[in-house]
């Protein structure tokens, strides 16, 4: 699968965004590329060449997924509760409150191999997500039944620097993946990563997943979000 692809370390350069298929709302806009100067992760937001078949890669979990390879299928449904990670993925721990509810899970072997390191980056990716869900523009959006997860692939460097974002999956509502985006741009990073969690390619591959649903509104017009959120390691 061919996904069009921008190197960071290139001149900074401006392309056009793909208008979103079916699905999107009409008062949402494709996610546009942060247009600062220097190293900027890739944000990718043509879903022309996005397949929408799943695609599992967690059979060989200590290879770094490949090219279209960063849609995770996840078939299990998890276990609720209190529980920290452990050496075991799938394990969902429940976070937020009452008012905000959500589950957090290590998607695969080699996420729960590295718990402390993918634990580390999933806590700040919800923080900054949770943040972003009681901004006024996401907390006055009503999102429709049919709305998919997010899936959006990480690159960091060998330093733990976040080099690219690869949207994976398309929601079916725009806004959310470039919020999802904004999110992971700001939260992913890592100092002195573990060298035996490199992918295949000498870099860090991440795939994070967002599914997001309408909980309760005590106006009819500001929602709170169920938030469920996973990340795997490639």
């Known amino acids: 699968m061919n996904r069009k692809r921008w190197n960071p370390f290139l001149a900074a350069t401006l392309f056009a965004v793909a208008i979103f298929g079916a699905g999107c709302a009409s008062d949402d806009k494709p996610p546009l590329p942060d247009p600062g100067s220097g ?6 937001s043509d879903l022309s060449t996005v397949s929408d078949v799943p695609i599992d890669p967690l059979a060989a979990v200590q290879a770094a997924p490949a090219r279209g390879e960063g849609l995770l299928h996840d078939d299990s449904a998890g276990t609720s509760g209190p529980r920290t990670f452990e050496a075991e993925p799938g394990i969902t721990r429940t976070v937020g409150n009452e008012a905000n509810p959500g589950t957090v899970r ?62 994976e999956q398309h929601s079916g509502k725009a806004r959310i993946d470039q919020m999802m985006l904004d999110v992971c741009k700001k939260s992913i990073w890592y100092e002195n990563p573990p060298v035996a969690a490199l992918s295949g390619d000498g870099d860090y591959r991440l795939t994070i997943k967002l599914k997001l649903e309408n909980y309760a509104s005590s106006d009819e017009h500001h929602w709170s979000f169920i938030t469920d959120l996973g990340l795997g390691v490639g």
């Open 106 to 167: 290590l998607l695969n072997g080699k996420a729960a191999k590295f718990a402390t390191f993918s634990g580390v980056i999933l806590d700040r990716i919800y923080a900054r997500l949770i943040e972003a869900e009681r901004s006024e523009e996401i907390s006055r959006t009503k999102l429709p039944t049919e709305i998919r997860a997010v899936v959006i692939t990480a690159i960091m460097d060998k330093s733990g620097k976040l080099t690219e974002l690869i949207l």
């Open 39 to 44: 190293r900027q992760p890739k944000l990718v």
